[in-house]
């Protein structure tokens, strides 16, 4: 014990005056007395036990279970722990230099308590100054409280005795001002834990509470049904990441799907994330960035603070470096420095790591969370988007901002910090040269700030790029989205080709800036990588010239340095591109959040109470959709309904009528005049919005079942036959806007929807139009005269059968009310009026037949269909369902995706050609060093043949860099363009069968994101990859061959690495599919909301829907957060095992006798080894961003083989020109089904249509009068029989050939973003002439002429900016403009008016005169005058005969439907 006393106190250090004893009482109050430190030292090992106790002792109290969030980290903890933090780096900095001093002064261990102090109690401070402020509150408040406590006595005791020795002894040490800082520090700590610290579950404040709960009243969804292990992981597992084993063991078990899963922490949801987003939004008044950097500022400074850390933890390689050279040449400042010296480099290895990984981790978290925030925002922002801004962003950029430009934001926080960790790492570099090469350090400096200065125009111009770029992106974007949903259409018009190219030409204008884009970024990247060897060469020359001596010593601690700080520098282009791309990416999202609004408080009045009744009142109100006070769409509006009322709403097409319903849902801006509404509102649209899920969730709307209330909605929408013909009754899937469904059937889903809500105020537009007869009249009867009849009623129709049994009937015209009156009054008083009842009466024709009772259809109760619905759902649900699950590739598919990738145009060429020449600028590398560890001690060979060798071996390898840049670019150009053109082809040649099933956001967000990623992400990191893993092995081979004893450890390390990452991606690549698959979900969320946003504002379902999308965030978010936390365990390990292959190296070369090595190879094999654990890393994070970007093209390759439609064209096989000339229609036993398991949906139709005879198409809703339309333009394939259109079986000639000849106006009318010329002509093949006259026989000529452009006025999206009536005449003039012989009218004038209706009917019979002209339809007055009529019920052929002697037969279908719709005039009287 006396041996190891004297070697801690040393000889001579009791004082003189108390020789006798070193531990007297006055010796233990002195403070420079060994006994003083001794007690000092076992005092903090006292409290360092006590913390460590408490933290394994961790038990699930009220306050270890409080989330552990930063954001309730209060201020004075993060004051108390940049305070404690600072003082216990100075004091173990301190101790250090102490140290040093000491051994280079007197080379031995001699009176060590000086620097065992310093060095002991500034790491235990450390240690529990950062734990306690930071996590205390995670711990039992009583242990962390006697902590506090008992730091502050030892702390005020010592700093007493320092104060009292100081004003004795006249004179103050370091010791002593270090003792009264600790005494503040402790101060700190002691504040927190008794008033930092939230102990409380929870906030009291309730801004956390949760945002919204589900409207059905459970509990929302998220991925997976257990909370991450990260939530409730201990301090030594979050940083060893151990909280991840358990589920990467589950993924290297089975394949992982959507429910294994866990949710995320309660503070990284979006929900948390978005709540703290707008409070301080809100409170603060700040710009956005500024509300998201204050969001997050204690997380950003936190990773900061671990990027500080690794960044000096890595600067030191090189002083160790220097300190090992100088032991294998024999010059040992003390005795067993060797081993100081392995464990030290070991232990920095491990704190490098540790660091590093904590800051990706936590960075990563950050971008997690503001990504979320944002995709919400934008969500929350499009619900409320106003008129005026909504023709500024279509449905497609909103979709872009989601699927693109968040991500890139998110992305973000990555590459924060390499910005300044970089430049101080080259400060903290430029310190080390210097120390090395003196004076020529200037040299070095003079290079990188002129590297610098040279990229900033680069940059510049990157930025320039990188905005056109994304400008081109959104109209690519835009277009595809329009044709995808409109793909029916153009498929009808054989426009498929002419759209495509049209996509081609913007997908040529963004590859266009694409190339610049990658251009600057190779251009870049050969600048920052070949930066090194300008440095090398400025810093040798200035050697050279300054007379500085080369030795291995400072030969390759230079070498180490500059190979430290290459990989940073080499990925500044990457910092700076990504930079460039969030800049772009928010500035953009900014413009977007602060687009103009909605205000819709202004008009919708909220009930105070349950007696108020429900009211609309318009005093001389002004409404314009665009806000245009001189131009408004509604003039001069007086209107007042009550309670009860029901008011019919007629008049042409044009005229105002659902703009009138829009303003009543506070849709339409009021420019002058006042509207309110009093009274929750329920809205059937004119086009129905159906979302995707089942019948049952789209009626219940959100609203919990109520079993009567459901059945009786069912009952009065006649939906009860529907549901027993489908194969899950009400919960059968629907497809993405109701593809499955039939016109009718969507809108009676509609009708029911808004039944169940059971609102005060019924908005209807036009609802019965989509219908047939004898559904319209028992709808009316049922559902507005019976559910309804004690609610207020607003019904906009064209069937003036049903106005006699309202109480009043607005009759409108260009945007006024003419009249408003009972109808009997108006009829009398309003000559407008009579013509449109005349109107109908003409198109109805004259003859009536006796009056028969309409028959009675024997209907399934509810109850039954709701029993069998519930009876299928348990058996086997979803299996048959239309909208299947979507596909992801599962387990290990080895190269797959990136053969796919690389063998698109040459590019295994390229990719060679890259890979080559980095292999060559390696081995460059490594001769270079090389050259200058066998001679830079040699005598022989001069400075300057060392230098002129050194460059121009750097010279060539540089060469070969620049190829490699450009060969990467042209890699990117050839294999993006060809991947886009396949994927092009493939989706405009799928059957619509694939469209029915496929929900939009599955395509949108891979020719968005997806392709993104392929476009910008992936050529650069598959070089960078090769080049990392290469540069990595080359680290290690080096080491090997130099200390082959080495290989002992390594070979085994390389095992275990590799056992290791195949371990690991068992488990990320399925993190990484399920992140692309369940990104569908939030993208088809969002396109289905921008779609049905006037529906949603009109059932304020705003918060539902909100609630919704922050849950799908969740769910894509959740795999992300646990792909990158496996990225971290990953590396984590294999840093550790560098780590020890580096100590083991380290240790050979001081083992071994001296002389064993040459200082010269031992500085080559340090600076390689120092170098190994950052290539290491580089290495495995880009295979893992290029294993995350990888299943980008495997999603692309899902939708580049979808199976074809039949050719476009068979060349052996065309029709004559001028075919069909005759417009003979032959089915012979036509048998169609949708899909190969389905059953038949028409069942051996044989009937044959005359040329030139008008055929007209009836029956019931639902029976196959579409299908049969269908059939004609091959949009479904015949399972058995044919079609035979003047003798040419239509089955055998290409589908081009046949759409382009035969002309439709079709049910849904579709116009698209452009002009009215281009919606009339897109292929531009007629004269204006020609387009005038036309829109004159369609009745639109005046309304175009009303405006400025003429035939070049703008059609907004959808074509919102014209009626649902003119859209209809807008496809009639498509129709007259091709001219075909055979002319299909599907529903073609349901959304007109009785008038217009006559006048179409009239231009049609004129201009398709010799035609034949096949019309379904549900008004049955339009087929009165065909020559022959078809009735079809249940997919078969009832009967087929001219409509006269049809209605003299007993039991003709047509004669029901004829008297039904004559009936309900009695009816409805």
Same mark, same amino acid.
């Given at each position: ?106 080379? $031995? ?116 049904? +257990? ?64 509300? =998201? ?13 671990? $990027? ?16 090992? =050279? ?588 890259? $890979? ?81 099933? +496929? ?37 290690? =081979? ?18 275990l690495a590799i056992r290791l990452q195949r371990y690991y991606f068992s488990s990320a690549k399925e993190f990484m599919r399920i992140n692309g698959t369940t990104k569908s979900f939030v993208a088809n969320h969002l396109a289905e909301s921008v779609a049905g946003v006037i529906t949603i504002r009109a059932f304020k379902q705003e918060d539902r829907f909100f609630a919704k999308n922050l849950d799908l965030i969740d769910i894509n978010g959740s795999p992300f957060f646990h792909y990158f936390s496996a990225n971290e365990w990953l590396i984590q390990r294999l840093e550790i095992l560098s ?173 698209? +973003? ?130 006269? +002697? ?24």
């Amino acid at each position: 014990m006396g041996h190891l006393w004297t070697v801690f106190c040393g000889v001579s250090n009791c004082s003189r005056i108390h020789e006798s004893s070193c531990a007297d009482l006055i010796s233990v109050t002195d403070p420079s007395s060994c006994i003083n430190h001794a007690l000092i030292v076992c005092f903090d090992l006292v409290l360092l036990v006590m913390l460590l106790f408490t933290i394994m002792s961790k038990k699930s109290s009220k306050s270890s279970q409080i989330s552990a969030s930063f954001r309730n980290i209060s201020t004075l903890q993060i004051v108390s722990a940049i305070i404690n933090g600072l003082l216990g780096l100075v004091c173990l900095s301190f101790g250090v230099w102490i140290l040093e001093e000491n051994l280079r002064k007197n080379r $031995a261990f001699v009176s060590v308590h000086w620097w065992v102090l310093f060095v002991f109690h500034g790491l235990s401070w450390l240690f529990l100054g950062l734990t306690l402020s930071l996590w205390g509150q995670r711990f039992s408040r009583s242990p962390v409280r006697l902590i506090a406590i008992l730091g502050f006595l030892v702390a005020g005791i010592t700093c007493g005795l320092s104060l009292f020795t100081a004003i004795l002894e006249k004179k103050v040490s370091i010791k002593m001002v270090l003792d009264v800082l600790y005494l503040i520090g402790s101060i700190f700590l002691l504040l927190c834990t008794f008033k930092g610290f939230r102990y409380e579950d929870g906030d009291k404040n309730g801004v956390y509470d949760p945002l919204l709960d589900s409207a059905d009243g459970g509990s929302k969804t998220c991925s997976g049904s +257990t909370e991450t292990g990260f939530a409730k992981a201990s301090f030594l597992s979050k940083y060893t990441f151990w909280w991840l084993n358990p589920l990467m063991k589950r993924g290297r078990e089975k394949t992982l799907e959507d429910e294994d899963i866990p949710k995320l922490r309660e503070d990284d949801r979006a929900e948390s994330c978005y709540l703290l987003y707008t409070e301080i939004l809100n409170e603060k008044g700040q710009s956005r960035l500024k509300t =998201i950097l204050l969001c997050h500022w204690k997380e950003i400074l936190v990773s900061g603070f671990y $990027a500080l850390l690794k960044v000096l933890t890595i600067s030191a390689g090189p002083l160790l470096l220097k300190a090992f =050279i100088k032991v294998a040449e024999g010059k040992e400042s003390f005795e067993y420095e060797r081993y100081i010296l392995v464990v030290t480099l070991f232990l920095t290895k491990i704190l490098e790591s540790i660091s590093q990984r904590q800051w990706y981790f936590r960075s990563r978290l950050v971008g997690l969370k503001v990504r979320s925030v944002l995709t919400a925002a934008v969500y929350q922002k499009q619900l409320r988007l106003s008129n005026s801004a909504k023709t500024i962003y279509s449905s497609g950029e909103i979709m872009n901002f989601v699927t693109v430009d968040a991500y890139r934001i998110g992305e973000f926080p990555y590459w924060f910090h390499q910005i300044w960790t970089t430049s101080l790492q080259l400060c903290l570099a430029i310190i080390i040269l210097f120390q090395a090469v003196g004076l020529a350090t200037v040299a070095s400096m003079t290079v990188i700030i002129l590297t610098v200065l040279a990229n900033t125009p680069l940059a510049k111009l990157q930025h320039k790029f990188q905005t056109k770029l994304m400008v081109a992106q959104d109209g690519r974007l835009k277009a595809m989205s329009e044709a995808l949903v409109n793909m029916k259409v153009l498929k009808l018009y054989a426009w498929e080709t002419h759209f495509r190219h049209v996509i081609e030409n913007l997908r040529l204008a963004e590859e266009k800036w694409l190339s610049a884009v990658q251009l600057r970024k190779a251009y870049n990247t050969f600048l920052f990588w070949g930066s090194p060897l300008l440095v090398s060469a400025a810093t040798f020359g200035a050697c050279y010239i300054l007379g500085v001596p080369l030795s291995s010593s400072n030969v390759f601690t230079f070498v180490a340095t500059l190979r430290l700080v290459q990989d940073p520098v080499r990925s500044l282009p990457d910092v700076i591109g990504v930079f460039i791309q969030a800049k772009v990416a928010f500035s953009r999202i900014v413009r977007f959040l602060d687009a103009p609004e909605l205000e819709t408080e202004n008009v919708r009045v909220k009930l105070l109470n349950t007696h108020t009744t429900s009211e609309i009142s318009f005093k001389s109100a002004n409404l314009s959709w665009d806000g245009n006070q001189s131009k408004p769409n509604l003039r001069n509006i007086n209107l007042s309904v009550k309670a009860g009322d029901k008011i019919a709403i007629c008049g042409e097409v044009g005229s105002g009528k659902s703009t009138l319903l829009a303003s009543v849902l506070g849709e339409v801006p009021i420019t002058e005049g006042t509207v309110q509404v009093h009274g929750t509102i329920a809205y059937v649209s004119q086009t129905a919005w159906i979302q995707t899920g089942s019948i049952r969730e789209n009626i219940l709307f959100g609203s919990a079942l109520d079993d009567e209330r459901y059945q009786a909605a069912l009952q009065r929408c006649s939906l009860i036959k529907d549901l027993e013909l489908l194969p899950y009754g009400d919960l059968t899937e629907i497809g993405e806007r109701g593809v499955n469904l039939s016109g009718g059937q969507k809108q009676r889903i509609q009708l029911a929807r808004a039944l169940y809500q059971d609102s005060d105020i019924y908005l209807l537009d036009d609802p019965f139009s989509a219908v047939d007869a004898h559904t319209a009249s028992s709808l009316f009867n049922e559902y507005v005269m019976g559910a309804l009849s004690s609610k207020m009623v607003l019904l906009v129709t064209h069937q003036v059968d049903f106005l006699p049994t309202f109480d009043s009937v607005l009759l409108m015209s260009d945007g006024e009310i003419l009249q408003a009156a009972p109808y009997s009054q108006l009829l009398a008083s309003s000559r407008e009026f009579q013509e449109l009842v005349n109107a109908h009466k003409e198109t109805a024709g004259s003859e009536r037949l006796s009056q028969v009772a309409a028959s009675q259809n024997r209907e399934a109760s509810s109850k039954e269909i709701y029993k069998a619905s519930a009876e299928k759902k348990d058996q086997n649900l979803g299996s048959d369902q239309l909208i299947k699950k979507e596909e992801r590739e599962v387990g290990d598919t080895g190269f797959k995706p990136y053969i796919l990738y690389l063998k698109q145009n040459k590019g295994f060429l390229f990719f060679s050609v890259a $890979a080559l020449c980095h292999l060559t600028f390696i081995i460059g590398q490594i001769l270079q060093n090389s050259w200058m560890a066998a001679n830079v001690d040699d005598p022989n060979v001069s400075s300057l043949r060392l230098i002129v060798v050194y460059l121009v071996i750097g010279v060539v390898a540089s060469i070969f860099l620049l190829i490699r840049s450009i060969s990467t670019v042209v890699l990117n150009m050839e294999s993006s363009t060809a991947l886009f053109s396949q994927l092009l082809i493939s989706l405009f040649r799928a059957p619509m069968s694939f469209y029915d099933s +496929t929900p939009l956001g599955r395509i949108i967000s891979r020719v968005s994101s997806d392709l993104s990623i392929v476009d910008l992400d992936v050529p650069f990191n598959f070089i960078f990859t090769f080049g990392a893993t290469s540069n990595c092995y080359s680290n290690l =081979i080096v080491l090997g061959v130099i200390t082959w004893q080495v290989l002992f450890v390594s070979i085994p390390m390389i095992f275990l690495a590799i056992r290791l990452q195949r371990y690991y991606f068992s488990s990320a690549k399925e993190f990484m599919r399920i992140n692309g698959t369940t990104k569908s979900f939030v993208a088809n969320h969002l396109a289905e909301s921008v779609a049905g946003v006037i529906t949603i504002r009109a059932f304020k379902q705003e918060d539902r829907f909100f609630a919704k999308n922050l849950d799908l965030i969740d769910i894509n978010g959740s795999p992300f957060f646990h792909y990158f936390s496996a990225n971290e365990w990953l590396i984590q390990r294999l840093e550790i095992l560098s780590a020890t292959v580096l100590s083991f190296a380290g240790l050979c070369m001081v083992l071994l006798p001296t002389g064993t090595f040459t200082s010269g190879f031992i500085g080559m094999a340090l600076s390689y080894g120092l170098s190994l654990n950052m290539s290491l890393v580089f290495s495995i994070n880009n295979q893992c961003m290029l294993a995350n970007y990888i299943v980008s093209v495997e999603r692309l390759d899902q939708y580049m083989h979808i199976p074809s439609e039949a050719p476009e064209v068979i060349e052996e096989n065309r029709p004559p020109v001028d075919w069909p000339t005759e417009g003979k229609v032959e089915i012979q036993n036509l048998q169609i089904k949708y899909r190969s398991d389905a059953p038949l949906v028409l069942r051996g139709i044989s009937c044959t249509f005359e040329g030139g005879h008008k055929i007209g198409i009836v029956g019931r809703t639902g029976s196959g009068k579409t299908t049969l339309t269908a059939a004609l333009f091959r949009l479904v394939e015949p399972a058995e029989g044919k079609i035979v259109v003047d003798g040419i079986n239509i089955s055998t000639i290409g589908i081009h050939d046949l759409r382009s000849r035969i002309g439709i106006i079709p049910q849904d009318p579709t116009l698209f +973003t452009g002009t009215v010329r281009y919606n009339l002509d897109p292929l531009g093949q007629h004269t204006e002439q020609e387009l005038w006259e036309i829109l004159g026989k369609c009745q639109l000529k005046e309304a175009v002429q009303e405006k400025v452009e003429g035939l070049d006025s703008p059609v907004v999206e959808d074509g919102l900016n014209w009626s649902m009536g003119q859209r209809q005449l807008f496809c009639l003039g498509r129709a007259l403009l091709r001219r075909s012989k055979i002319l299909v009218l599907d529903e073609a004038t349901a959304s007109i008016d009785n008038a217009t209706d006559m006048i179409l009917q009239k231009t049609i019979r004129t201009e398709f005169a010799d035609c034949t002209v096949i019309t379904v339809a549900h008004r049955i007055p339009t087929v009165m005058d065909c020559t022959m009529v078809l009735a079809i019920s249940d997919g078969e052929v009832v009967e087929f005969d001219e409509p006269m +002697t049809l209605m003299k037969r007993e039991d003709s279908l047509f004669g029901q439907l004829v008297e039904e719709y004559w009936s309900r005039n009695d009816l409805v009287e």
